[in-house]
């Protein structure tokens, strides 16, 4: 009898135990009154949030609403674009749109971490791959692009490329075997620019050397965000007109159309009249087009 006591106690026990299951994956557990307990923070693109709120019969928010892929929060900056001032909303929301792709021909989305994918390895026919499939810079040309441009040239690229792109910088430059680990001597020319193997290459090329570097050159993939790396680019190609007597600007490109659009020229672009809106549904006429058509 005392035995059957301590057995009922036990199963008592374990039952109350194992009532408490772990939470794991998508599933929080059991537990006792979890009223409050809880935020009501959700995962997006899940239906399962919410599973504790069995409140909302009532409510008026729609779960599915909650859970499909939302805008980012009001005032979302990007990564690296910190610094940027926003003059007024709409000045933010114009630079937004273009980020996100809108409003221009040749735009890629920066996603809003600013973290654009690239699909190219680091080997010698992934290079040469790339400088073949990515022809135009996806940012207009502009005033203020060249100018940023040209700042982060001068610090990253400029010290061996040369502040005119001619290969000549000052570390290469002044090279002086009396100093340095390595005699003083830069061990490898950097590329000059101004050959024309460089003004006939399309932009892939920089890229690709932004990104991986080459060789004895490192790759800038880490201090230069997607932006800046098209920047660069474009002061590259401006630096390039410049030394033949070409123009790259925001309001012309005779150096190569095809490597970029001024900033003037989008604008004539997003301007541009709005397609003519479709035939409305139904009707006569629609009812004889689609007949007529078949
Ligand atoms: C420390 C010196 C150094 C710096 C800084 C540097 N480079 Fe280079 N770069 C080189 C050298 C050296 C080469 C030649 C590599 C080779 O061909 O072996 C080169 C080659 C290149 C090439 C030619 C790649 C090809 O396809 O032949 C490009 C384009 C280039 N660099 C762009 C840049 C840009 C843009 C920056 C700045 C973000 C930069 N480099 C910064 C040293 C440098």
């Given amino acids: ?3 059957l006591k301590y057995i009922l106690y036990s199963v008592a026990a374990v039952s109350l135990l194992y009532s408490c299951t772990p939470a794991g994956g998508n599933y929080a557990g059991k537990e006792y009154m ?18 504790r709120n069995n409140w909302d019969s009532a409510s008026v928010i729609n779960r599915k609403f909650l859970s499909r892929p939302l805008n980012p929060a009001a005032g979302t900056i ?47 026919e992934e290079r040469i791959r790339a400088s073949k499939d990515i022809v135009g810079n996806p940012f207009p040309i502009s005033e203020a692009g060249l100018a940023k441009g040209k700042e982060l040239y001068d610090i990253y690229c400029g010290i061996c490329h040369g502040e005119k792109g ?28 101004m050959l024309d193997t460089f003004y006939i290459s399309t932009n892939g090329r920089f890229y690709h050397a932004i990104m991986y570097g080459k060789n004895v050159m490192g790759g800038y993939a880490e201090k230069l965000s997607f932006e800046e790396r098209w920047q660069v680019i474009h002061y590259i190609r401006s630096l390039q007109a410049t030394a033949k007597g070409l123009a790259y600007s925001a309001s012309a490109n005779t150096l190569n159309p095809s490597f970029a659009v001024p900033a003037a020229q989008v604008k004539k672009l997003a301007t541009a009249p709005p397609p003519p809106p479709p035939a409305p549904a139904g009707g006569e006429g629609s009812g004889t087009k689609s007949k007529s058509g078949k």
Avoid: W
């Avoid at 910088?169 to 020319?189: E, I, Q, S, W």
């Fill in 34 to 51: 979890p009223d409050m307990a809880h935020s009501v923070g959700f995962e997006s693109q899940s239906y399962a949030n919410y599973s």
């Fill in 166 to 193: 001619d290969g000549a910088g000052y570390l290469v430059r002044d090279a002086n075997p009396a100093k340095g680990d390595l005699g003083g001597v830069y061990p490898a020319a950097p590329a000059n620019f």
């Fill in 78 to 124: 990007p990564r690296g674009y910190a610094g940027f001032s926003f003059a007024s909303p709409e000045a933010y929301d114009s630079i937004m749109n273009i980020l996100r792709g809108g409003n221009q021909l040749n735009a890629i989305a920066v996603p809003v971490n600013g973290k654009v994918p690239y699909h190219y390895g680091n080997t010698e």
């Fill in 1 to 3: 009898m005392k035995n």
